[in-house]
């Protein structure tokens, strides 16, 4: 038997953790006797979308079903998607329509010259992440804010590894850290989207799934981001909490880079601080040359 088309297979796992985020009250129907599952039962979600039992079952199990676009309009619907959720959906069922193409070439991402003189240029913290999330770029300011990423090894240069490394983080303790978890995670789901079967995003979900349960259970939830915004505090024992508002901005390439830039509100106190921190680190860099 061969092996599910890997696209139906990521389609498959998405419809379930959907259908396990709904329960029967959520959309009008009465929750009956004893329930095996905390969510809606295959057949209610069949039922609503206006679908057989065993046609959604095989999509969730990723076997061979070529859903058209009203079939996903109506799981959309009955899932309660959101417009992100809605283009996820989407992606991953039209490219299972399509054979997979021969492997493609994985080569070395990089980041252009131009890019760079950019970073050097901002005076806020910026960096550059991969389509895997992998740390490519960044400025001063970003070392002052972030630590030097230079002490670590490039295979590690990873915000997911990075965020999930028992033996260097202390982030778990703030109230926000879950939170950017599953925005990277988000990501990184949506980059598994594009191409399931990439070597390195293979590699960096294989290795924390095994080795992290709570990596284990935020990736089950099967949320997508695009791209991503938000604020977060850094405690920096030098400066005192720095509250800084983060976004995300594609760079050119399909799939490509994104630039992650630092910003605080200008006059703040964070603001303030923030230029301190990056003076105290223009000091130590100086005195260690």
Known sequence: MSSPHPYARELGDFLRARRSRLRPHDVGLEPGGRRKVTGLRREELALLAGLSTDYYQRMEQG????????????????????????????????????????????????????????????????????????????NTMAEALLGDPAGHPADRLNMLLLMFDDTRTGDRTCPDWERQALDYIGMMRAAVAADPTHPRATAIVGELSIRSAEFRRLWARHDVRESVSGTKTFSIPEVGDIALDWDTYPLPGNPGPVMLIFTAEPGSADADRLQLLASLHATRSAHSR
């Open 63 to 138: 076997r061979e079903v070529r859903p058209s676009d009203d079939v996903l309009e109506a799981l959309a619907g009955a899932l309660a998607l959101d417009d992100e959720e809605r283009r996820h959906l989407f992606t991953l069922a039209h490219a299972a329509r399509r054979p997979m193409p021969a492997r493609p070439e994985h080569g070395p991402e990089r980041v252009p010259d131009s890019t760079r003189r950019l970073l050097r240029v901002m005076d806020t913290p910026a960096v550059v992440l991969g389509r895997h999330l992998d740390l490519l770029a960044w």
